[in-house]
Structure formats: C-alpha cells, structure tokens
C-alpha cells in the first residue's frame, strides 16, 4: 500500500506532468468533501493462490465468472477515461494479479496513454521470477511485494502456503530486473507478527528495498477483525527505534498515507501506516475498479457502481466520463475516521465488501 510518485514515468506523459489531457468540461472532479480523483486501483482478477487469514480467510471461494470479468481491452478504455479525470497514478491488483492470464500486454497498452505517470503492481511475489522481466520489458517500473513474515512455519499458518522461498526468490528477481524501488508491504498483528519487526527491516536493508508497515484493518466481516489484534503506529516505532536508528524523513507527499524514516548508514527507507490509530481519510484520492467493473470509492464500501453493464450497453465517452463525474462528486466516504463513536465504543459498518473483492 505505498503512494509514492516515482521520477522517470513509463509512460507517455506530457511536459508539465499528466495534467494535459485533464477533461476539458471540468477537470479533475472533486467530492462532497473537496477531495480530488488522483490514483486508481485496478483489480485484475479475483483469484489467488494464497489463502492469507485477513485476506481469504475461507478456504473456497465463488470465483467471478470469466465473461464478467473485464478485458484489458475494458480496463484500457476507463483507465484513459479515469486519466481525462486526473488520475495519474494507476495500480494493479487482485486477487493475485501476476494470476491474470497475459498481464505484460495489459501493461503495454496501459503504459500507452498520455497522461498516466505511474503503473505500478502489488503482488505475493510466487510468479516474479518468471514474469518480472516481461513485466519490466512490457512498461512496469515499480512493485509492491507483501510480506509479513520470514518465518516459513508463520508463513504457512498465515497464508495457508509453503511458498516463502519462492517469494523472496520473486523479490530478489524483481531487484535484479530493476522493478525498483522494491517495496514491501507488512501487515502488522498483534501476537502473530509483532515480534519480527526489526528483523524485517533488516532484510529489506540488506537487500535495498522500501518497507511500509501497515496498521492491521477491518477491511471486510469475514476475518473477524479485533481492535485488540491492531499494534498502533507508536507502539510499531517504539519496537524497531529501540533496535534501529531512524532520521525522520515525515511524509514524503502531501497525500502519502505514511509518514517515512530512512534507515540511518543506508539508503532504506521504511513507512508506517497508521489506518486505524490516526486515520487519513482527508486526504484520500483513490478509487477502485473490481475484477468485473464495478467502481469503488472506499476500501470499507458495502457496494459499488456497475460500470461493465454501462460500456458493454454501448456507452459513449462522454456519458462514461459523466458517470464517473456524478460518483465522484457524490462521495462523501471517510468510514476510518468515524470508526470509533465520540465515546470510543467501535462503531464498524456491517456488510463491507471482502479484500478478495476489492483488490486492496
């Protein structure tokens, strides 16, 4: 979950950053409480080949079937429309994206819109080392990698997968191609993972990646979520400061979710994101687009807009773009931040929709 722009676009942009090919009605709409439309994540598939307990915690699952699901054709034609809105960022999900079945393509034809400054992808990592070159050669720059643990018995109680080998082989791949900056994304629990912060960092120093530590969420009713299971942002910092020595690098942009620490005598960088103890819904700029098109404006949505019916209905442009617009402007979404009532008491919104779903 990073948010960092990158120098040095894979895209086709032009001078002045992707705000050229802005939508000439109204530019970049903003909602109810003045928030911009910046970055979209772009679920790619629904299906995964872990299981991991805050994520998938069922064992089978109903998959989306294949003719719901968009083509990259469909993917390509409202991403260049979500461009002409302001999005500049753009990050594929899952499920376990690298799963979709000729992703390079996907990103070359992403990779060709004007305007787009940012492709990025977040992954478990089990299929880079087959696929990190022809991703890097197809126009991806950067990669998301998640890890929570190098535990290989916590591993396989976390994701239900003997699969820690080929993950970190997967991240040594993706360094080796230049996917970089490499960034790992660590779930944080308490009593399963807290105990192996430092360590994490050490591993991404020796091997030169970014680290983002990230407050365990209630995203989704199935994984039975408990506030007691959440390890803040102070605690997370106290533990590896106490071990590790930080220079405070604050937050790297304006709209960045995590406020950053450089490794001192090294080029690693490591992130916490507080989602639950100091949330950040003020500056949230993000959607997301579902496997089988649907968009949604909040990770902890029950729903979301049907867009697939309308583009395969025979929607033009214009009535896309003005859709996208009318959600856009309507949303007033910041659930993390009246997650708890003014007395403190838990106040979670049954019937959100599952991580599985959403694509993170």
Same mark, same amino acid.
């Given at each position: 979950?990073?948010?960092?722009r990158?120098?040095?676009?894979?895209c086709?942009?032009?001078?002045?950053?992707?705000?050229?090919?802005?939508d000439?009605?109204s530019g970049?709409?903003?909602?109810?409480l003045?928030r911009?439309?910046?970055?979209?994540?772009v679920s790619?598939?629904?299906?995964?080949?872990?299981r991991c307990?805050?994520?998938?915690p069922?064992e089978h699952?109903s998959?989306i079937?294949?003719r719901e699901?968009?083509?990259?054709?469909?993917?390509?034609?409202l991403s /260049?429309?979500?461009?002409?809105?302001?999005v500049?960022a753009?990050?594929?999900?899952? $499920?376990e @994206?690298?799963?979709?079945k000729?992703?390079p393509? !996907? =990103?070359?034809?992403?990779?060709?819109i004007e305007?787009?400054?940012e492709i990025s992808?977040?992954?478990?990592a089990?299929? !880079?080392?087959e696929?990190a070159e @022809?991703?890097?050669?197809?126009?991806?720059?950067?990669?998301?990698?998640?890890?929570?643990?190098?535990?290989?018995?916590?591993?396989?109680a976390?994701t239900?997968r /003997?699969?820690?080998d080929r993950?970190i082989a997967?991240?040594?791949?993706?360094?080796?191609?230049g996917?970089? #900056?490499v960034?790992?994304?660590?779930?944080v629990?308490?009593?399963?993972n807290?105990?192996?912060?430092?360590?994490?960092v050490r591993?991404a120093?020796?091997r030169g990646?970014?680290l983002?530590? =990230?407050?365990?969420?209630d995203?989704g009713t199935?994984?039975?979520w408990?506030l007691?299971?959440?390890?803040?942002?102070?605690e997370? !910092?106290?533990?590896i400061?106490g071990?590790?020595e930080?220079?405070?690098l604050g937050?790297?942009?304006?709209?960045?979710p995590?406020e950053a620490?450089?490794?001192?005598g090294?080029a690693?960088? =490591?992130?916490?994101? #507080?989602s639950?103890?100091?949330?950040?819904?003020?500056?949230?700029s993000r959607a997301?687009?579902?496997?089988n098109g649907?968009?949604?404006t909040?990770?902890f949505?029950?729903?979301?807009?049907?867009l697939?019916?309308?583009?395969?209905d $025979?929607a033009s442009?214009d009535?896309l773009?003005?859709?996208l617009r009318?959600?856009?402007?309507? /949303?007033d979404d910041?659930?993390?931040?009246?997650r708890?009532?003014?007395?403190g008491?838990?106040?979670?919104?049954?019937?959100?929709?599952?991580?599985?779903t959403? $694509?993170?």
């Open positions: 979950m990073s948010y960092e990158t120098i040095g676009s894979p086709n942009s032009t001078a002045g950053g992707g705000r050229a090919q802005l000439s009605e970049t709409p903003r909602d109810r003045g911009a439309l910046r970055e979209l994540r790619v598939t629904d299906r995964c080949n872990f307990t805050y994520c998938m069922l699952y998959w079937p294949k699901i968009l083509s990259f054709e469909e993917i390509t034609r /260049r429309l979500f461009v002409r809105l302001g500049d753009l990050r594929l999900t899952g $499920g @994206p690298l799963l979709r000729g992703l393509e !996907l =990103i070359a034809m992403l990779s060709a305007g787009l400054d992808l977040t992954t478990n089990t299929r !880079l080392v696929l @022809p991703l890097r050669r197809a126009g991806l720059r950067r990669i998301n990698i998640s890890l929570d643990t190098l535990d290989p018995a916590r591993f396989e976390l239900r /003997r699969d820690l993950v997967g991240i040594d791949r993706a360094v080796e191609v996917l970089t #900056p960034k790992l994304n660590t779930v629990q308490r009593g399963v807290d105990d192996e912060l430092v360590g994490l591993f120093v020796e990646l970014e983002r530590f =990230i407050e365990f969420m995203v199935a994984n039975g408990r007691d299971q959440v390890v803040s942002r102070a997370i !910092l106290q533990a400061a071990a590790i930080l220079e405070p937050r790297l942009n304006a709209d960045d995590a620490w450089r490794v001192r090294s690693c960088r =490591i992130g916490i994101i #507080p639950v103890t100091a949330p950040f819904c003020g500056r949230c997301r687009l579902t496997a649907s968009l949604v909040c990770l949505a029950a729903s979301g807009h049907d697939k019916g309308r583009l395969r $025979g442009d009535e773009l003005d859709r009318q959600i856009w402007r309507a /949303r910041r659930y993390s931040e009246i708890f009532s003014e007395t008491a838990l106040a979670r919104r049954e019937g959100k929709l599952e991580m599985i959403l $694509g993170g």
